[in-house]
């Protein structure tokens, strides 16, 4: 605001609000003027833009200056189309709503730089999507390639749009710019076959002949010389020092590429292009019959050619017409005049029809793929109105005659919008208000749009009627119909000075910018927009596959005739309104400062015309008197309840009481705003600035409640969901558990089942209800086996096995024994041979005889328990070869009176040798000895018989020995007497000498005693065993 206060010291004021003499119009246009003249060609009139056209390059445009106004509010700093951009384009990020920029004027005031201007700020400053970048090029390359196809220059306007353009731009819900969509409104096809004297053809005509390179001419078939083209030379004026074909022909080229056309539809293109120039320089004769025909041969053939359609029925197509009467098909010769304008017809069709592809073409590039982002209404767009401007020239048609009444409609919707329902708004209101007069040009829309009685339902009733139709009767129709009517004005129904202003063949329309005379000439054919359908066929058959996207063959095929041109007109441009209304508008409008296209000169006739019919003056008296803002007030209440501890966070009572606390809090003059019914309205923008700037101050602590918020409600909903995932599981793992468990549980009870009866059923038969115990107790018996399988040879231990296993188990425990047997035997030594060899004879000798064999079983046999040393090296020699081989110290008892004596006892190979030191005392051969006596107590003694007839020997022999298991073995070994041991029990007898008996009488006892009695020998030994024997 400060910067705006400034600016007005210097030149003018920024804002027309601002002006001291707000109603007066010569203030008005000086402001202007003086900002003119210092380059501001912008000024505000409230949240309007006024632009000047400046007719040279400003540096105001730069990207510092997007800069400057990005983001900031439109009133802080000087007026600026960006700053207009900006403001619809912060509404639209604020609010989510969808808005649009309808920028007004008439024919070279500036509308379509400004709307490119406007693009192009959105392109630079908006953020940028991941990948966007093409988007943004494809949003800004589409403006060279329609301007080639539909602008051109007029008379007004070096660079005329000649179509109707609305693009819709859309952005994402962070703002990027994401994809476009452009409505086009009727190309003034006309210009294609005819332009007025000082006027061009399209542009891209030009460009081709100047920038396409010699072999592309050369394959179109084309000279570098626009002379040479008829329908090129009307205007006489093929260059135009404003405009560089050469260098927008590489413009154009280069932005096709980046829209996404390929080659080949650049080369279909451009033949199409070329086709048309072609067409435009066929030419007609009559042979002698009076027939038409062709006598540009090679026109033909390059059309043939470029639009790939048969020679022969494109001419037969052009020179003669089809008619289908009553159902039959007619076919009647043209003559010249008619071939040339059906062929006039052809190129307008081929061109304006070429230009709605070439539109959904680069539709089709802008459009946004992400189709499910787009569905989920998170894109909102901005809307870019740049339609045709006003125009009057020396004779206007039918297409000035489209082009003022669709400028008529738009500033019908200016009125509607900015003067007309803004009174009607305060006076709904409730608001104290002084009406403001102005125009209302609805009385022209309805003029030419009203059904039944406007012009073009009489235009369109003319060319429907049957009869002598012609446009001189649609005159009179109109004469007829709207004499009265104050906007209309003929040659006939005019008096006086204007009667000569309107010719004879002419209509005047009094229209909101201005008098218009219309020549009614071609307005019938126009409207009809006839192509003969004989030419349609050909079109339909081309191998040019733009043109068979152009032309259907349903069209051919319908009989329905099509609407007319004017109608399709009036139904597109209330779709347009409509599409206008539905969203948050801001307005710009432009004034052309002089006729000449020349910077600096400010025409001021010329611009307070226009400040007029625009209806400046009345905007801004409405502005002054009126409110700079007004909202509802749930959405005001919902925009700024935060920065009132009373409305925040929620107002539950009455909604206009809510706002007035809110304004209260907020400090509101009472001259600063009032509340309307449903509505608040706040006069100045400052006011409202304020506020927003509370609020952008506000907005860190909202932010704060609402992250925490967020975060808290983002962690319970993942507390929730892991908990619910969770129990999910738990629940799941917890039936499979369960459910393994119950099955094992099954399993069990069937095994114990079957393993109850496989018991009780154990004796039967195997059957299927005993198999299992059976195999159970078979697999448990071997397991146990296994287990408990005997570790030596000596272990008898043996599992009892069940009764159907005996005989397996016998088996096994006899192969087990001698497996163990075998390995036992594998590892005894030769010594431990000899050994058992010794304690199994004495086993067979004593086992279970005598009382201390069990005693003796563990102790080893030693080899002798004498050693060499230890005998009479005398009695070694004795006995000679016969050595010794097992020596034990004994007790010998005398035969008479037992006296014990020690001896030793040697046993050699062949006799048992009774030595004491050196000398031998007894000597019993083995041969000689006849048995051997123990007692089968534990006792020591044993009695070596020998026969009482031999001489030689003394006597029977009477010995104790400490080991005399071992030494009774090993002698009935050596000398061969194992069967020849006795062991008897109670006495011994034995021979002392021939014929006489000794006796020793053994008893047990505690201990052993040895004592002589009644002439026996009692031994009284202890018993050890008291099992044995
Ligand atoms: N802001 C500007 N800065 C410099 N020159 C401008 C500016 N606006 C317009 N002009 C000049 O004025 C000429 C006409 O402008 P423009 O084509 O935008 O008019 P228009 O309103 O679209 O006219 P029409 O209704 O005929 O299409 C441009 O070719 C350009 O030379
Ligand atoms: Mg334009």
Avoid at 639 to 650: A, E, M, V
Avoid at 764 to 786: A, I, Q, W, Y
Wanted: hydrophobic share 35%.
């Amino acid at each position: 605001m400060e910067g705006a206060l400034t600016a007005r010291d210097r030149v003018g004021v920024q804002d027309f609000l601002l002006l001291e003499n707000y109603t007066s119009e010569a203030a008005f246009i000086e402001n202007l003027r003086r900002r003119f003249r210092e380059n501001l060609i912008y000024t505000y009139i409230g949240s309007v833009l006024v632009s000047v056209n400046p007719y040279k390059e400003l540096e105001i445009y730069s990207r510092q200056h997007m800069e400057r106004y990005r983001g900031v509010n439109f009133y802080e700093i000087s007026p600026h189309i960006f700053a207009l951009a900006d403001n619809s384009y912060r509404a639209l990020r604020t609010e989510r709503r969808d808005q649009c920029i309808l920028i007004s004027g008439e024919s070279g005031a500036g509308k379509t730089e400004a709307s490119k201007k406007i693009l192009l700020y959105y392109a630079s400053t908006c953020p940028a999507r991941h990948n966007s970048a093409p988007v943004r090029d494809r949003l800004l390359q589409s403006n060279p390639v329609l301007e080639a196809f539909g602008n051109a220059k007029t008379l007004r306007n070096d660079n005329s749009s000649r179509f109707g353009k609305y693009m819709d731009v859309q952005f994402d819900f962070k703002g990027c710019p994401i994809g476009g969509h452009i409505l086009n409104y009727l190309l003034e096809k006309s210009r294609v076959v005819h332009q007025n004297h000082g006027e061009r053809n399209f542009h891209v005509f030009y460009q081709l002949l100047e920038g396409g390179d010699e072999s592309l001419l050369k394959r179109l078939g084309l000279e570098r010389n626009p002379q040479q083209y008829h329908y090129l030379v009307k205007g006489s004026c093929p260059r135009v020092s404003s405009i560089s074909d050469k260098s927008d022909w590489k413009t154009v080229n280069k932005a096709l590429t980046i829209i996404g056309f390929n080659e080949a539809e650049v080369e279909k293109l451009l033949d199409i292009v070329a086709s048309v120039l072609h067409l435009g320089n066929t030419q007609f004769g009559e042979d002698e019959d009076g027939e038409t025909h062709i006598t540009t041969e090679t026109q033909l053939r390059y059309l043939c050619k470029l639009l790939g359609v048969n020679g022969s029925e494109l001419s037969r197509a052009l020179t003669h017409r089809k008619i289908i009467a009553k159902g039959e098909e007619m076919i009647s010769p043209l003559n010249l005049e008619q071939a040339m304008s059906s062929r006039d017809a052809l190129a307008k069709a081929v061109y304006a029809r070429t230009f709605t592809w070439l539109v959904a073409k680069v539709n089709q590039s802008l459009a946004f793929k992400d189709d499910m982002y787009y569905s989920g209404k998170s894109s909102s767009v901005i809307g870019l109105l740049d339609i045709y401007g006003f125009e009057v020239f020396q004779i206007n048609s039918f297409e000035q005659f489209c082009i003022n009444y669709c400028n008529e409609k738009l500033q019908q919707l200016l009125v509607e919008l900015t003067l007309k329902s803004e009174q009607e708004e305060y006076e709904a209101e409730g608001i104290a208000w002084e009406p403001v007069n102005y125009f209302d040009n609805k009385i022209i829309c309805d003029l030419v749009e009203e059904k039944f009685k406007g012009i073009i339902a009489i235009l369109d009733e003319e060319c429907l009627r049957p009869g002598d139709a012609s446009d001189i009767t649609f005159l009179e129709k109109m004469e007829d119909t709207l004499g009265s009517h104050a906007h209309f004005v003929t040659h006939k129904l005019a008096n006086g000075k204007a009667r000569k202003a309107v010719g004879r063949e002419e209509f005047r329309l009094l229209h909101y910018a201005g008098e218009v005379n219309y020549n009614v000439n071609g307005f019938l054919d126009k409207n009809n927009d006839l192509l003969y359908r004989n030419l349609k066929e050909v079109m339909c058959q081309s191998e040019n596959p733009i043109m068979s996207q152009c032309f259907h063959r349903e069209e051919v095929i319908d009989q329905k005739r099509p609407e007319t041109a004017a109608t399709q007109f009036k139904v597109s441009l209330a779709q347009l309104m409509e599409i206008l209304m539905s969203k948050e508008p801001s307005y710009m409008r432009c004034i052309k400062p002089n006729d000449g296209k020349q910077p600096g000169r400010f025409d001021e006739m010329l611009v307070r015309h226009q400040v007029k019919y625009l209806g400046l003056m009345e905007s801004l008296r409405v502005r002054r008197a009126g409110f700079a803002y007004r909202r509802h007030y749930q959405a005001f209440l919902q925009r700024y309840k935060s920065l009132c501890p009373d409305t925040w966070p929620n107002w539950e009572g009455n909604l206009a009481e809510g706002v007035a606390t809110l304004v209260k809090h907020l400090s509101y003059k009472p001259e600063e705003y009032k509340l309307g019914k449903s509505k608040i309205f706040i006069r100045f923008p400052k006011t409202l600035f304020i506020t927003e700037d509370a609020l952008e101050a506000r907005k860190p602590s909202l932010a704060t409640i609402l992250q925490t918020s967020w975060r808290g409600y983002r962690e319970r909903s993942n507390y929730h969901r892991t908990r619910h995932a969770v129990i999910v599981i738990q629940s799941w793992w917890r039936g499979v558990k369960d459910r393994r468990k119950a099955k094992r549980r099954r399993e069990a009870a069937d095994t114990i089942r079957s393993f109850i009866k496989g018991f009780i059923l154990r004796n039967e038969p195997r059957c299927g209800d005993n198999d299992f115990f059976l195999d159970h107790v078979r697999f448990s018996f071997l397991m146990t086996l296994k287990r408990n399988l005997p570790k030596n040879v000596l272990d008898r231990s043996w599992p009892r096995p069940p009764t159907a296993l005996t005989e397996a188990s016998d088996h096994l425990h006899t192969l087990w024994l001698r497996n163990m047997v075998r390995a036992y035997c594998r590892r005894v030594q030769p010594e431990w041979k000899h050994q058992m060899d010794q304690k199994v004879i004495a086993s067979e000798i004593f086992r279970n005889q005598k009382d201390c064999y069990p005693q003796s079983v563990p102790k080893l046999f030693v080899g002798t328990r004498l050693e060499a040393e230890e005998i009479n090296l005398k009695v070694m020699q004795t006995l000679g070869n016969d050595r010794m081989k097992y020596g034990v110290p004994v007790i010998k008892y005398d035969r008479h009176g037992f006296r014990p004596r020690p001896r030793q006892l040697l046993l050699t190979g062949s006799a048992a040798v009774l030595v004491q030191e050196a000398k031998i005392k007894q000597r019993v051969d083995y041969g000689a000895l006849l048995n051997i006596s123990v007692s089968s107590l534990s006792d020591g003694f044993f009695v070596l018989h020998v026969p009482t007839n031999n001489t030689k020997q003394k006597g029977d022999l009477v010995l104790q020995c400490d080991h005399v298991i071992e030494t009774v073995t090993k002698l009935a070994i050596v000398a061969d007497k194992i069967h020849n041991v006795n062991v008897i029990e109670d006495s011994i007898k034995f021979a002392v000498a021939r014929g006489k008996e000794g006796v020793i009488d053994f008893c047990s006892g505690a201990e052993l005693r040895v004592v002589k009695a009644r002439g026996h020998l009692a031994v009284t030994a202890p018993r050890l065993n008291p099992a044995s024997r």
